[in-house]
């Protein structure tokens, strides 16, 4: 299946042409032949003319490169390489715009004729040979992309063609003379009323028009490169009939239209994938931040533009937000688009709120640089686990990697706004909070580690990573947040954020297997909290409880799959084209376990692994749900001695009501079983074989509904 590559123009001033329909025609291939050289030394200043000689120069088919498998002709290791190529013109009046298409590692400047007509990812008028790209930046063909491409209208051309020939030079640079590869492949195509005129376009370059259910979101840049950092101004355009008709890519913008910052982000997905992600920023004609409403979001101005790519169901992140929202917590709104940039399709993706404090997101009190002291000092904070620059470290080590400290973002306030008062603040509450909950017997600063966390939040975001096993849970893109203690004022987990490598997608950390819990594994740098806090009975019935009501209701197989069958309907028609622009149905892209090669068969693996999942963990999930009509009075219940060396008796106040019992060991593991004449105190429970710690003896009653943990020490 080859790739439609979707462009939409204004054809107003060329449809007209000679009364001919204009078509596609490409005047230069990057698989040509090239004159071009490598230099150590200023090149002159007029090599990007016509009447250049380059007869000493060196030829060879493109592209010009090395290490990436996409070179025809292969050169050494070097900072930069310079290009040229001649194409005739006969007459002017057949031509209307131009696109021209560049893949690229790392950075370019091009000129026809001498004028600059692009660029990427470098600096300075006439950069010279040794001057390096502004940051890395992959090639996408050869990994499944395409080209980016740079639109020159007809009035710019204009001042520029010349009848007769005409020279595309091309400069390439590398981030620096060491890096482990170079690419230069550039076609420059032109809208002509000749089709006698030079060659066929690739078939990459077909124009069409898209019809879509979806939302259609265009974005223009006005060709200017998208970086990570700083954010780059352009404007959006949203086309959405809200009554359920199609919309058209070359309708008028009826949604939305405005100015916006656009900026590249993510950690592995921005260097790798050719589908990237974005954030964007909503400004008025000012450029100003403006809160701005569309497609029902409520009115803000930071959003996020997923871009799913090695998720092939493209579902995992917007079924993990509603899972979230089903059961009370603030996630991300979510809303599937299609995406145009700069009048290139670049396939479906999942327009979502970025996590920011705000009455509709995150709604706790907003934290002023004035309030410094008293209860205004006390919350409007949030903060994060995640790749990149840390604000603080924790005073303890990690999940099982001895000496390594975890490290804290600072959300909101940002790192920039927060006051030396606020961070030492949230801080030292953190501290408090994780050394009340490394000891979980003994207060810390006054109080119990369940007086500085909501137990509830902690539970509902392990569930929620634990069913997506998701392999980044707990350490990346892990947000905690704290509001005013006259607002309650505990630390809560979450919101959850970044399930794209969960789901059984991930061929690392065991996040391919249905079983076992994914806080255990030990392939990064999770929080000892939730190692403590299954230890914890009062954690655990609520981690019961909440699982028991949940799986009654958003989170029963039957409530899920509707959800999943529901998306995939939606995205029935746009997947097609999704996968046409980025046809990797049949291939492995980084991290996927499987490869199922259909979109069917890609919503059908993520049915499979959630059922194995629910049912695992059904079978494993960690305490007991005792209501308060089931519960019995613990003091009727007793375990003596306690704490106790070889022999335990137990001393039960109803014996009828009272099934079964087990020692369990602090993982809910059990570890015997206790027989009946032990059940009625007549013989002692001999302990003598467990190793030193803390157990608990787990009662069922006969109603098969009600259970008791009871806790005691071996020493």
Same mark, same amino acid.
């Given at each position: 299946?080859?790739? /439609?590559f979707?462009f939409?123009f204004?054809?107003s001033?060329?449809a007209?042409?000679y009364g001919?329909?204009?078509?596609?025609?490409?005047?230069v291939?990057?698989?040509?032949?090239?004159?071009?050289?490598?230099?150590?030394?200023? /090149?002159?200043s007029?090599?990007r003319? =016509?009447?250049?000689?380059?007869?000493d120069?060196?030829?060879?088919?493109g592209?010009?490169g090395?290490?990436?498998?996409?070179?025809n002709?292969?050169?050494p290791n070097?900072?930069s390489?310079?290009?040229?190529a001649?194409?005739?013109?006969?007459?002017?009046?057949?031509?209307?715009?131009?696109?021209f298409?560049?893949d690229?590692?790392?950075?370019?400047?091009?000129?026809i004729n =001498?004028?600059?007509i692009a660029r990427?990812?470098?600096?300075?008028?006439f950069?010279?040979?040794d001057?390096?790209a502004?940051?890395?930046?992959?090639?996408q063909?050869y990994q499944g992309?395409?080209?980016?491409?740079?639109?020159?209208?007809?009035?710019?051309?204009?001042d520029?063609?010349v009848?007769?020939?005409?020279t595309l030079?091309?400069?390439?640079?590398n981030?620096?003379?060491n890096?482990?590869?170079?690419?230069?492949?550039?076609?420059?195509?032109?809208?002509?009323?000749?089709?006698?005129?030079?060659?066929?376009?690739?078939e990459?370059?077909i124009?069409?028009?898209l019809s879509?259910?979806?939302?259609i979101?265009k974005?223009?840049?006005?060709?200017?490169?998208i970086?990570?950092d700083?954010?780059?101004?352009?404007t959006?355009?949203?086309?959405?009939?809200?009554?359920?008709?199609?919309?058209?890519?070359?309708?008028?913008?009826n949604?939305?239209?405005?100015?916006?910052?656009?900026?590249?982000?993510?950690?592995?997905?921005?260097?790798?994938?050719?589908?990237?992600?974005y954030?964007?920023?909503?400004?008025?004609?000012?450029?100003?931040?403006?809160?701005?409403?569309?497609?029902?979001?409520?009115?803000?101005?930071?959003?996020?533009?997923?871009?799913?790519?090695?998720?092939?169901?493209?579902?995992?992140?917007?079924?993990v937000?509603?899972?979230a929202?089903s059961?009370?917590q603030?996630?991300?709104?979510?809303?599937?688009?299609e995406?145009?940039?700069?009048?290139?399709y670049e396939?479906i993706?999942?327009?979502m709120?970025?996590i920011?404090r705000?009455?509709?997101r995150?709604?706790?009190?907003? !934290?002023?640089?004035?309030?410094?002291?008293g209860?205004?000092?006390?919350?409007?904070?949030?903060?994060?686990?995640?790749?990149?620059?840390?604000d603080w470290l924790?005073?303890f080590?990690?999940?099982?990697l001895?000496?390594?400290?975890?490290?804290?973002q600072?959300v909101?306030p940002?790192?920039?706004? /927060?006051?030396?008062?606020?961070?030492?603040?949230?801080?030292?509450?953190?501290?408090s909070?994780?050394?009340?909950?490394n000891?979980?017997?003994?207060?810390?600063?006054?109080?119990?580690y369940?007086?500085?966390?909501?137990?509830?939040?902690?539970?509902?975001?392990?569930?929620?990573?634990?069913?997506?096993?998701?392999?980044?849970?707990y350490?990346?893109?892990?947000?905690?947040?704290?509001d005013?203690?006259?607002n309650?004022?505990?630390?809560?987990?979450?919101?959850?954020?970044?399930?794209?490598?969960?789901? =059984?997608?991930?061929?690392?950390?065991?996040?391919?297997?249905?079983s076992?819990w994914?806080?255990?594994?030990?392939c990064?740098?999770?929080?000892?909290?939730?190692?403590?806090? !299954?230890?914890?009975?009062?954690?655990?019935?609520?981690?019961?409880?909440?699982?028991a009501?949940?799986r009654?209701g958003p989170?029963?197989?039957?409530?899920?799959?509707?959800?999943?069958?529901?998306?995939?309907?939606l995205?029935?028609?746009?997947?097609?084209?999704?996968?046409e622009?980025?046809?990797?149905?049949?291939?492995?892209?980084?991290?996927?376990?499987?490869v199922?090669?259909?979109?069917?068969?890609?919503k059908?693996?993520?049915?499979t692994?959630?059922?194995n999942? !629910?049912n695992?963990?059904?079978?494993?999930?960690?305490?007991?749900c005792?209501?308060?009509?089931?519960?019995?009075?613990?003091?009727?219940?007793?375990?003596?001695?306690?704490?106790?060396?070889?022999?335990?008796?137990?001393?039960?106040?109803?014996?009828?009501?009272v099934?079964?019992c087990?020692?369990l060991?602090?993982?809910g593991?059990p570890?015997?079983?206790?027989?009946?004449?032990?059940?009625? =105190? /007549?013989?002692?429970?001999?302990?003598?074989?467990?190793?030193k710690?803390t157990?608990?003896?787990q009662?069922?009653?006969?109603?098969?509904?009600?259970s008791?943990?009871i806790?005691?020490?071996?020493?």
């Amino acid at each position: 299946m080859y790739r /439609i590559f979707f462009f939409f123009f204004i054809l107003s001033n060329v449809a007209t042409i000679y009364g001919q329909t204009p078509t596609w025609r490409t005047a230069v291939f990057a698989e040509q032949a090239w004159k071009y050289t490598i230099t150590q030394d200023t /090149i002159s200043s007029d090599w990007r003319s =016509g009447d250049y000689n380059d007869n000493d120069w060196l030829e060879g088919p493109g592209g010009v490169g090395y290490a990436d498998g996409d070179d025809n002709t292969i050169i050494p290791n070097v900072s930069s390489v310079f290009m040229r190529a001649n194409f005739e013109i006969s007459d002017l009046s057949n031509l209307a715009d131009a696109i021209f298409n560049a893949d690229y590692d790392d950075a370019f400047v091009a000129y026809i004729n =001498g004028v600059e007509i692009a660029r990427a990812n470098i600096d300075g008028l006439f950069p010279n040979y040794d001057v390096s790209a502004n940051e890395f930046r992959e090639a996408q063909i050869y990994q499944g992309g395409l080209p980016n491409s740079y639109f020159l209208t007809n009035d710019i051309l204009a001042d520029i063609l010349v009848e007769g020939e005409n020279t595309l030079a091309i400069q390439t640079h590398n981030f620096g003379e060491n890096s482990s590869d170079l690419s230069a492949l550039y076609w420059l195509s032109f809208l002509s009323t000749d089709t006698s005129l030079w060659s066929d376009p690739p078939e990459w370059l077909i124009p069409n028009t898209l019809s879509s259910n979806l939302p259609i979101v265009k974005i223009n840049t006005n060709n200017v490169g998208i970086p990570d950092d700083p954010a780059v101004p352009a404007t959006m355009g949203i086309v959405w009939n809200e009554d359920g008709s199609l919309n058209f890519s070359d309708a008028t913008p009826n949604e939305y239209f405005g100015p916006i910052d656009i900026e590249t982000r993510g950690n592995s997905s921005q260097f790798f994938f050719p589908k990237k992600n974005y954030g964007i920023e909503m400004k008025n004609e000012l450029g100003e931040d403006m809160d701005t409403s569309f497609l029902n979001f409520p009115a803000e101005e930071d959003f996020i533009l997923h871009g799913p790519y090695s998720d092939k169901s493209l579902l995992r992140n917007d079924l993990v937000m509603h899972l979230a929202r089903s059961v009370g917590q603030y996630a991300s709104k979510t809303r599937f688009v299609e995406l145009l940039l700069n009048d290139q399709y670049e396939g479906i993706y999942l327009l979502m709120e970025r996590i920011k404090r705000d009455e509709n997101r995150v709604d706790i009190a907003k !934290l002023g640089i004035d309030e410094n002291e008293g209860d205004d000092l006390t919350g409007g904070y949030i903060i994060r686990l995640d790749h990149g620059e840390s604000d603080w470290l924790s005073s303890f080590d990690v999940f099982s990697l001895p000496g390594q400290k975890l490290a804290f973002q600072y959300v909101s306030p940002s790192r920039n706004k /927060i006051t030396p008062q606020q961070e030492d603040y949230i801080q030292s509450y953190v501290d408090s909070f994780e050394r009340a909950l490394n000891n979980p017997l003994e207060p810390y600063g006054g109080k119990y580690y369940y007086e500085y966390m909501d137990l509830a939040s902690f539970a509902e975001h392990f569930i929620i990573s634990e069913l997506g096993k998701n392999v980044d849970a707990y350490r990346l893109s892990s947000y905690l947040h704290k509001d005013k203690d006259s607002n309650g004022g505990l630390l809560k987990a979450g919101p959850i954020w970044d399930f794209n490598l969960a789901f =059984g997608n991930a061929e690392y950390c065991f996040g391919w297997s249905t079983s076992g819990w994914i806080y255990d594994v030990h392939c990064g740098a999770n929080p000892f909290w939730y190692d403590r806090l !299954l230890q914890e009975p009062a954690f655990t019935q609520i981690l019961a409880c909440k699982w028991a009501e949940y799986r009654e209701g958003p989170f029963h197989r039957d409530s899920i799959f509707a959800y999943i069958d529901q998306q995939a309907d939606l995205l029935e028609e746009a997947q097609v084209r999704n996968f046409e622009r980025f046809d990797i149905l049949n291939e492995y892209i980084w991290p996927n376990f499987t490869v199922e090669g259909s979109y069917i068969g890609e919503k059908a693996y993520l049915k499979t692994f959630i059922a194995n999942r !629910l049912n695992w963990m059904d079978d494993n999930m960690y305490g007991s749900c005792v209501s308060e009509t089931q519960s019995i009075n613990q003091e009727e219940h007793k375990v003596y001695p306690n704490p106790a060396s070889h022999q335990i008796f137990l001393d039960f106040a109803n014996l009828q009501n009272v099934q079964s019992c087990q020692i369990l060991n602090i993982l809910g593991v059990p570890q015997q079983d206790i027989y009946t004449d032990q059940i009625e =105190g /007549i013989k002692p429970i001999d302990i003598a074989h467990l190793p030193k710690g803390t157990y608990f003896l787990q009662i069922r009653f006969a109603d098969k509904q009600a259970s008791q943990l009871i806790k005691f020490v071996k020493i």
